[in-house]
């Protein structure tokens, strides 16, 4: 289990950076976390990754796209790290200026995480995670921070969709492990008129998404996954796959038989390397880009 979780935090960029603006999502201490009184905190011995930790004040990285090619789509994404951690460059920022090279405006989530007790929250995830009931049972009431944090977002960026020079009916919405947990928690639990237009959620971990309300509008979702998905979080978007099928929404599922978990963007010589093509080409099929 060590080994499978490790290749979520593993990525092949070197430089870290954050994006040029950064937009707090609430105007004053979350709601539900006010008595929060730790800070942020960035991991250290994480050679060519960065992993971010004890986030409280969730806040969105504004990537735009170059006005050159900008096409008006944008999509917020939220990285994995089962609710601890996250990856804020394999699945976060790196993810981000691919979108950037399409003509994508890119919005990184950093939600709310569990408090880590240690310095050192690989290590302490780790602990936990042979042991998903313990897990679940950890993480359920910041699922539900995150899931608002996460509506907050597309709240933010629906709102400000002039200033922002996108178009506010091409909003996606796409996460991994956690963050694909995220995602369909927003989109199950956020009223109509803030769903996300269409949503990409990669190895999602399925079992904790909050929420029942499916989208009135049709709403069209892509999924990717590895067979040998360590975590065993396949079946998970068979499943997801077959509900969005049977609600008659459009839907598409790529399943590749290498890659494990937390391939993010990074290649690995793999089939799952083909996933971010395969989504370049359903986003361009659906008209979101050229």
Request: with cysteine.
């Amino acid at each position: 289990m060590k080994k499978a979780f490790f290749v979520l935090l593993t990525v092949t960029s070197s430089t870290f950076c954050f994006a040029q603006t950064s937009i707090k999502l609430y105007a004053g201490k979350a709601p539900g976390s006010e008595t929060w009184n730790w800070s942020e905190q960035k991991a250290a011995n994480t050679p060519g990754n960065a992993l971010l930790y004890n986030i409280v004040e969730p806040e969105i990285l504004v990537y735009p796209a170059p006005k050159e090619i900008a096409n008006g789509t944008s999509i917020v994404v939220a990285p994995g790290g089962a609710f601890h951690i996250i990856s804020i460059e394999n699945e976060g920022i790196n993810v981000a200026k691919w979108l950037n090279d399409r003509g994508i405006t890119a919005f990184v989530l950093k939600y709310r995480l569990v408090k880590m007790l240690t310095d050192n929250p690989f290590k302490e995830l780790m602990t936990l995670m042979g042991d998903f009931k313990k897990l679940d049972s950890i993480n359920a009431p910041v699922v539900e921070m995150a899931k608002n944090d996460g509506i907050e977002a597309m709240k933010y960026v629906r709102s400000r969709s002039k200033e922002l020079n996108i178009d506010p009916q091409k909003i996606g919405f796409m996460g991994f492990s956690a963050g694909g947990t995220v995602t369909m928690s927003v989109m199950l639990s956020a009223p109509q008129e803030l769903k996300p237009n269409f949503i990409a959620p990669i190895y999602l971990y399925k079992n904790a998404v909050v929420g029942n309300l499916m989208p009135t509008k049709a709403t069209p979702i892509f999924v990717a996954v590895a067979s040998d998905d360590q975590l065993g979080l396949m079946p998970h978007s068979i499943k997801l796959y077959q509900e969005w099928n049977a609600a008659k929404h459009p839907a598409e599922l790529h399943i590749y038989e290498k890659g494990g978990h937390g391939f993010g963007i990074m290649k690995h010589n793999t089939s799952s390397d083909q996933w971010a093509a395969d989504f370049e080409n359903w986003l361009k099929v659906r008209g979101l880009i050229k």
